[in-house]
């Protein structure tokens, strides 16, 4: 009798207690849980990041085109303005001051405008400019037909005041914006230069000129200094360390959040790769060799790549006009920029976890005490039974 109670009490593999039985698969099933969230945790992590990532430089992006060609746009509103001005016989073309004033007063209304003038086709050039420091300056050649370049310093009225420099000889029917308008046969984008008055890289809006038989009379230009695009780029915060650029398709460096510089001392531009921002040059060089020719890039791009060392995220997105621009928006954001907020995630993701684990448990080996202690009692009283012991009481519920 001894022997079939304790066998009924005990079974499969000797040692195999029903305690053990009832424990082991609370314990499994705790451990398969726990490492199945662990798994699954880390796993969504990976792409919670960059899902975030990709869905903060689609808003960075979207508000970078936004706000360039909002500021190329003014130019040529400018241009529009002024070319109704002509039609409309409100600007008198063979009237110099009346010219200098009006251009004058368009710099001065439309801040993010540096330069405003008209090329004529006679040789004639009048206009104004923006200094870095604020003040305006008339621009005007002594005659309508062109000669000496004169630039004034003016009053608050935009009159001339004193000659700022001059030029012997100014030839603008040389310059690319002039030559862009003429070839182009409407308002279009001179190619980016560097200005000659040290203003930084700019990029002229040019609008030809016609008299009512399709002669050509002249070329209207607005330009555009992009230290602006460089301060708005470099006031965005994405990330610690995020950095964008915006270049050609030839690769040259349009403008920066960093404010590296875009062109060197001798008046050469300077391409992404060759740039003095170590990740701007990494990025641009990775960038070419993995595309070659970025005119094949027509639509968003996403990269994970390593840039000294560590894991970026990479996005590229065109920017384009229907005057010719097309550019290349660039962005980096470094992997590390999101991982607090991860790190954060999984480590509370853990602490709850390990409660979970340590509450399972203890309720785990409640029931299996309730379950094998009045089992246990009955098995004492058994072997106290099979020993000849009859004093031993059994309470049965």
Do not use: C
Request: aromatic share 10%.
């Amino acid at each position: 009798m001894r022997s079939r109670l304790y066998d009924m009490l005990r079974f499969g593999k000797p040692g195999a207690s029903l305690r053990t039985r009832l424990i082991y698969p609370f314990v499994i099933l705790i451990v398969v849980a726990v490492t199945s969230t662990g798994f699954l945790s880390l796993y969504y992590s990976g792409k919670a990041t960059e899902n975030m990532a990709w869905q903060l430089m689609d808003e960075i992006a979207a508000r970078i085109e936004d706000r360039v060609l909002m500021f190329l746009d003014k130019a040529h509103l400018v241009n529009e303005i002024n070319a109704r001005a002509i039609e409309s016989q409100e600007i008198n073309l063979k009237n110099i001051r009346e010219q200098e004033l009006h251009f004058w007063q368009q710099v001065k209304t439309f801040e993010y405008v540096s330069y405003s003038y008209v090329g004529h086709a006679d040789g004639g050039f009048f206009g104004a400019r923006r200094l870095a420091n604020g003040k305006l300056q008339t621009i005007s050649t002594k005659t309508l037909t062109g000669g000496e370049i004169e630039y004034f310093n003016t009053d608050t009225q935009g009159r001339p005041t004193t000659t700022s420099s001059s030029l012997p000889y100014y030839d603008h029917k040389t310059r690319p914006w002039y030559k862009a308008a003429i070839e182009a046969g409407k308002p279009t984008w001179s190619p980016v230069f560097i200005d000659a008055g040290g203003e930084g890289l700019t990029i002229t809006a040019a609008t030809p000129l016609y008299d009512r038989s399709k002669k050509i009379i002249g070329v209207l230009g607005s330009s555009f200094i992009f230290s602006h695009i460089n301060q708005f780029l470099h006031g965005l915060k994405f990330g610690e360390s995020g950095q964008t650029f915006i270049m050609e398709r030839s690769g040259l460096l349009v403008a920066t959040s960093t404010l590296d510089a875009t062109y060197t001392t001798d008046k050469k531009r300077i391409a992404s790769w060759e740039s003095e921002n170590s990740k701007i040059k990494q990025t641009g060089k990775l960038i070419s060799d993995q595309f070659g020719d970025l005119d094949k890039i027509y639509k968003k791009q996403q990269l994970i790549i390593d840039v000294q060392g560590e894991k970026n995220f990479i996005q590229m997105s065109p920017v384009a006009d229907r005057r010719g621009i097309n550019w290349l928006i660039v962005m980096i954001i470094p992997e590390k920029n999101f991982m607090s907020y991860i790190k954060a995630v999984n480590y509370n993701a853990i602490v709850l976890t390990l409660l979970a684990i340590g509450l399972t448990l203890a309720v785990g080996l409640t029931i299996a005490r309730s379950i094998t202690g009045p089992i246990l009692e009955l098995n004492t009283a058994a072997k106290s039974l099979a020993e000849g012991d009859w004093s031993k009481e059994v309470k049965v519920d």
